[in-house]
């Protein structure tokens, strides 16, 4: 089995718990990932290995400026191009090919399936980019939708074709050199009708929509890396600290966010956690109720901490949620707005109102999110969120090859 997949730690991890459940099973799987050094450690780590696939996305991310257009064109035709070449190649002989990421990716994956007449599965870690008459969809880098149409199947509609437009013609290029006949609807091409949805349902909760989407639940690497001594050190010296990180995101809307965050904490009366992240996040002074950390176990670090302040991406927000953490989610952008509305929908933590926060209104945030209620029920909800979605995906797929 072949998994694809190409984004920043979002993407990887939940596909390298899928492998990992796919071995355990029996399987021979080879995952194509982009090849940042982090991302193939990480792996490595987990016991697999990665076919290098497409450019690094550290430098991209860190150097795009958000929403912008700018050269999106050529990294999307390196992306198809890349499913066509270096997948292809390593699928020849498989039985399956799970793709996630960007509809390049996905799209240049479901063609190579088609040629090599192997199943096809598309798998999305997030469900906003489903089309849904339940919400709007998200808009494409250069390609805003009109404010005053609210008609959200009329809105999807003109998504179908904006992705037309954006990548239809360099997929057909690469499909006529692999003698396939062009693609009518490139984006409900790379989703099919049956696509995998790998969140949980209790914190995602899809309303049934004209796609038959089967809801696996969160595909969860299991990470028994123990904490570094220092860490540890610093969470037995005191009362459990906020934890503040970003992740991939590189936070150009809030370039002070460290300071403001470190502030914000310390008018509670807690102590401090940063992680560094790809936004560089740092302590800004010498105290001792700060520490930073770069790359570790944050399944074992959310049940030692007071708080998570995050962006909202899926992954951390459901391993803080299963870790009975109270959030603040910061959200930046992209399915993050989603995910914060999730957290304060559920009452296990606060959704800040904005991409910049000030020390006033985090501290705000954080004072709501510290409440005995909310800590309350951030324990109560994480013994409902599932750990088996990996295990789950893992035997439909067998199921499916027979």
Request: overall charge negative; hydrophobic content about 45%; glycine content about 10%.
């Amino acid at each position: 089995m072949v998994l694809s997949t190409y984004g920043a730690r979002g993407s990887v991890e939940p596909t390298a718990g899928l492998a990992v459940a796919l071995r355990e099973l029996g399987a021979e799987v080879r995952v194509c990932a982009p090849p940042d050094e982090e991302f193939t450690e990480r792996l490595a780590e987990a016991g697999l290995s990665v076919v290098p696939t497409g450019r690094p996305v550290r430098p991209l991310v860190t150097t795009v400026t958000p929403g912008s257009a700018v050269g999106l064109a050529q990294r999307a035709a390196e992306l198809t191009a890349a499913q066509f070449g270096t997948v292809a190649a390593v699928a020849e002989g498989s039985d399956v090919l799970v793709a996630a990421g960007p509809l390049p990716v996905t799209a240049g994956a479901r063609s190579v399936a088609e040629k090599l007449g192997i199943r096809y599965v598309h798998a999305s870690h997030q469900p906003v980019v489903l089309p849904s008459p339940h919400r709007r969809p998200p808009a494409r880098r250069g390609r805003p939708l009109p404010r005053e149409v609210t008609d959200n199947r009329v809105l999807w509609d003109l998504d179908a074709r904006i992705a037309n437009e954006m990548f239809g013609e360099m997929l057909d290029a690469q499909r006529a050199a692999a003698g396939l006949a062009p693609v009518d609807d490139v984006r409900d091409y790379a989703f099919t009708g049956h696509p995998w949805l790998a969140t949980d349902p209790v914190l995602d909760r899809w309303e049934p929509t004209d796609l038959d989407v089967v809801q696996t639940g969160a595909w969860i690497l299991p990470d028994e890396r123990p904490l570094p001594a220092g860490l540890v050190e610093f969470l037995d010296a005191g009362a459990p600290p906020v934890y503040v990180g970003f992740g991939s995101t590189p936070l150009g809307a809030a370039p002070d966010i460290a300071r403001v965050a470190i502030e914000a904490v310390r008018a509670q009366g807690r102590r401090v956690l940063v992680s560094r992240g790809w936004a560089g996040l740092a302590p800004v002074d010498d105290r001792d109720d700060c520490f930073a950390v770069g790359e570790v176990n944050h399944q074992a670090l959310f049940r030692r901490v007071a708080a998570v302040v995050h962006h909202g991406g899926p992954g951390t927000t459901t391993t803080a949620t299963r870790a009975g953490a109270p959030q603040v989610v910061v959200a930046q952008g992209a399915d993050q707005p989603y995910w914060a509305g999730r957290v304060a929908g559920l009452g296990v933590g606060v959704a800040h109102d904005g991409a910049s926060p000030s020390v006033e209104s985090l501290s705000a945030a954080l004072r709501t999110a510290l409440a005995p209620g909310v800590i309350a029920r951030a324990a109560a909800v994480a013994g409902t969120i599932r750990s088996d979605g990996a295990a789950v995906a893992a035997k439909l797929l067998f199921d499916a090859v027979g």
